[in-house]
């Protein structure tokens, strides 16, 4: 696959000649001459970074002058980017939790199954909505501690917060009630219990959604652009890890070991995720951000809540292509994972109490809730072994798959530069593992084909290893969905993001040429666009936040169309709890699976060949070199 890789880029070589060229014809000769200068000094691993210096390069000539250089381009280590993703694991163990638990608990406060299915509508409606939002505030954010951290630590105290809210829901309201005289066991208490809890739902899957979007953008902007599919491949390997912990937490009887952190299994998980989610994010806040203020004040005319929506709808019709065509694979996808990751622990649980019920219609209310409740740990094993298929993936798999979207640094015209990749190209024994042909697009089909096969054989599934193992095998497509739409979208905005800094680069270093004299300086304001121009055309520009919020709209949006499904379909099917014979969840699980096969045949439309130089990227969003010109031919659908 290796050869291939080189075959991509000897095919990209004449572009991005042309490209370098259109763009020095623009400048005048004095800027050529000065950025020629940075021919040597730059450290092989970091194209762009100076080995003389961290921050800046002084060079003297006739006048001294300095170039700001691009210091987070350098390639990082293998602990930055553990340190940089270990957040997305907290908040993985606390998102486990409400998947694994949420759903049992909820029908032990008494809530009907077509009724909870309406509560988890919380999840996507506050992901449509929530992660955009939260994206564009924070890419407007100015605050010196950076854009994406004051998100991610204020969201993480509200998740801690509504998870011990909605643990402790029952005794909240029978203490608070219990002043005025009400009975624990009334109608009263149980209502406004069940109130509580759904209310800590929706507080609950809003803060999660603000970490989450904060998170995400976070990697963007911290990781280098040729490591974003490896950073978006740890991140995959940090959720996986964050989802054993949880399941292992949900599987074990806690009450027997962590009595002093809760009296109930779900009070002790809740507990731990909220110290779990604590700990990671505040090891990730030892990542220093970009300092927001260098990028100048932010635009004075934000977006409000009503003209959010305006502002959406502008920023979807400016995506880039490749991100549109990973938002339509989401779409479908989602509609089936949705099933998976909130009834996967009740549909194993049915299939568990089934023969006893049926050999003991009668039982009690007590002995029913002992049997549901060993009924969810076996669900949360089942749960544990897809988190432990899906971990064992994005560890082993990343190492067969060619690195399709992010293989070289990004070079942005200055020689020197192209010495230093050259370096990179070495091969390592690891290189010797890749399969031909098996790139990430290829992988990403068919784990999802993977998945379909494997809902739909959850009609037919009626013992609880069988179901375990369906469940256990799509953990391959759960890795995948953590992995490659990640890694495709970070690499298209990291790498137009560099493109803009190195272009600003050019226009201060022909801006410094020119200031020695007035009319010099008039004559190129005149020729070209003015600063406010300048500014005006940048705001244009979406930055992380806003496209990973709308590629965040592309998951949930599907999800609350899942859910109105799913109510439906539990309104026909389901039966009393305690009843035999509930097939009502492996129903919904292979409509799920039908539209993921659907899913499947769009992520043919993705372009499966590395990105075009980052000048062409720079020349194609200025209109001025037609993209088709830049990119090789894109390779056939498979």
Not at 122 to 140: E, R
Not at 190 to 205: N, Q, S
Not at 481 to 504: F, G, N
Request: proline content about 6%; glycine content about 8%.
């Amino acid at each position: 696959m290796a050869s291939s890789s080189d075959a991509g880029g000897d095919a990209h070589a004449s572009p991005s000649r042309s490209a370098a060229a259109h763009i020095q014809g623009r400048t005048d000769s004095p800027s050529s001459l000065s950025i020629n200068q940075l021919d040597d000094g730059f450290s092989e691993r970091s194209p762009l970074l100076s080995s003389a210096s961290e921050d800046h390069i002084d060079f003297t000539d006739d006048s001294t002058r300095r170039v700001d250089v691009d210091i987070s381009q350098a390639t990082k280590s293998v602990w930055y980017l553990i340190l940089l993703t270990i957040s997305i694991g907290g908040l993985q163990v606390a998102w486990s939790v409400e998947l694994s638990n949420g759903s049992p608990y909820l029908l032990s406060l008494g809530l009907s199954k077509s009724l909870m299915a309406l509560v988890w509508i919380a999840g996507p409606l506050t992901g449509t909505l929530v992660q955009p939002y939260v994206g564009m505030l924070s890419d407007n954010c100015r605050l010196p501690w950076g854009k994406r951290k004051p998100f991610m630590v204020g969201g993480s105290v509200v998740t801690v917060i509504s998870l011990l809210l909605l643990a402790w829901a029952k005794e909240i309201v029978a203490g608070f009630l219990g002043l005025f005289g009400a009975d624990s066991e009334s109608g009263l208490v149980k209502t406004t219990t069940i109130v509580v809890a759904v209310i800590g739902v929706y507080v609950l899957d809003f803060a999660i959604n603000t970490v989450q979007a904060a998170i995400r953008a976070f990697i963007v902007d911290c990781a280098p652009a040729h490591q974003q599919e490896a950073a978006n491949a740890m991140a995959s390997r940090m959720t996986g890890f964050g989802n054993i912990a949880g399941y292992i937490a949900g599987y074990v009887n806690l009450p027997k070991y962590l009595w002093f952190l809760g009296r109930t299994q779900f009070q002790i998980l809740c507990a731990f995720a909220s110290i779990l989610l604590i700990l990671a994010v505040l090891m990730s806040s030892i990542i220093p951000e970009r300092d927001p203020r260098l990028e100048g004040p932010a635009p004075k005319d934000r977006p409000n809540v009503l003209s959010f929506f305006f502002t959406i709808f502008k920023s979807i019709k400016r995506l880039p292509p490749q991100i549109k065509r990973v938002c339509q694979v989401q779409f479908f996808a989602w509609i089936g994972f949705f099933p998976l990751l909130f009834y996967t622990s009740s549909y194993i649980g049915e299939i568990y109490v089934e023969p006893f019920l049926e050999e003991n219609p009668h039982l009690s209310p007590k002995e029913l809730d002992q049997l549901y409740e060993q009924a969810t740990r076996i669900g949360t094993f089942a749960l544990l072994v897809n988190s432990i298929v899906s971990l064992c993936t994005n560890v082993f798999l990343p190492f067969c798959i060619a690195p399709t979207y992010d293989s070289r640094p990004i070079t942005t015209g200055v020689p020197g530069e192209a010495n230093a990749v050259d370096k990179l190209d070495e091969t390592s024994w690891l290189d010797r593992l890749r399969i031909p042909g098996f790139t990430l697009k290829r992988a990403w089909f068919a784990s999802l084909v993977l998945f379909g096969v494997s809902m739909f054989c959850t009609v037919i599934v009626r013992s609880v290893n069988a179901a375990t193992a369906l469940i256990g095998l799509v953990g391959i497509t759960w890795a995948m969905t953590l992995w490659a739409p990640y890694a495709i979208i970070s690499a298209e905005i990291s790498r137009r993001d560099v493109t803009l800094r190195a272009q600003k680069l050019r226009r201060l270093d022909v801006g410094s040429n020119q200031t020695a004299t007035s009319s010099a300086t008039g004559a190129q304001l005149g020729r070209n666009e003015s600063p406010s121009d300048a500014s005006d055309e940048e705001e244009e520009i979406d930055q992380a936040g806003v496209i990973l919020g709308i590629h965040n709209m592309a998951i949930a949006a599907p999800q609350i169309i899942a859910t109105l499904g799913s109510s439906i379909i539990f309104k026909i099917w389901q039966k009393p709890r305690g009843t035999p014979g509930d097939h009502s969840y492996s129903v919904v699980l292979a409509l799920g699976g039908a539209c993921v096969f659907i899913s499947s045949f769009f992520v043919a439309r993705i372009r499966d060949n590395p990105g075009m130089p980052a000048d062409g990227v720079f020349l194609s969003e200025e209109g001025e070199v037609p993209m088709e010109t830049l990119v090789s031919p894109g390779i056939g659908p498979f």
